[in-house]
């Protein structure tokens, strides 16, 4: 069976992930970052990626697809919390190399995804499965951001960390990091680098001060 490789930098997760490994006797490598990542593939140009694209400094979906083309034999779990469904679209229109499932997932899901992906089969948890066929429900009020959520966007794109709004704002991480998710979600991104590209290109970051 292929190796699995686990490119989560969420250290529970990671640890759950190397739990239900073990317990199917399944053999996995650990990739802290991208850099890991391409050099474990070139040795095991097979394997099964249990990736966590929200967390990874994957920036994009043209990366993502990069990295496809350069390792075709390599199946793809995109892993996270949160995913939005166009990305998903966008994910599993690449490849049937590319398999979803959402962190909150039961274990009979996960388990089933791992047996899935090591045999060359896409697998998509349910809850995936029912947003994606969920007929669109989006007005433009919902779209917009809130004053709050605007002020997060701007520092997330000035690369403050979740800790750091936090404490410069008096609020708790928890807080913060609901806002954050709340952010992802009515943009429809799904990671910091998808965030900042959007805040430039709504010009709430001036690329100048974006630079420094």
């Known amino acids: 069976m292929s190796n699995i490789v686990l490119a989560d930098p969420q250290d529970i997760t990671r640890a759950g992930m ?21 050099e474990q ?6 394997a099964v990626v249990i990736l966590d694209y929200t967390l990874f400094d994957i920036n994009d979906i ?4 990069i990295l496809h083309e350069r390792f075709p034999l ?14 998903v679209r966008r994910a599993i229109a690449l490849s049937p190399q590319f398999s979803v499932l959402l962190k909150d997932s039961p274990l009979a899901e996960i388990r089933e995804c791992l047996h899935y992906a090591q045999r060359n089969q896409r697998y998509i948890c349910q ?13 433009s009020d919902e779209m917009l951001l809130t004053k709050t959520e605007t002020e997060i966007l701007k520092e997330i ?10 404490d410069k704002r008096f609020s708790s991480f928890h807080t913060v990091n609901t806002h954050r998710k709340n952010i ?3 943009l429809g991104v799904n990671n910091v680098h998808e965030a900042t590209k959007y805040a430039l290109r709504a010009g709430l970051v ?7």
């Open 18 to 38: 190397m739990f239900v490994c073990e317990r199917q006797s399944v053999a996995y490598l650990y990739a802290a970052d991208k850099t890991e990542l391409i």
């Open 41 to 46: 593939l070139k040795t095991h140009g097979d």
């Open 62 to 65: 043209d990366e993502l697809e």
């Open 74 to 87: 390599v199946k793809w779990v995109l892993f996270s919390f949160d995913l939005s469904a166009d990305f």
């Open 127 to 139: 809850r995936m499965a029912e947003i994606l066929l969920a007929p669109p429900v989006r007005s």
């Open 157 to 166: 794109a000035l690369g403050m960390t979740t800790k750091e709004i936090a």
């Open 184 to 186: 992802f979600r009515k």
């Open 206 to 212: 001036d690329s100048a001060e974006y630079y420094i």
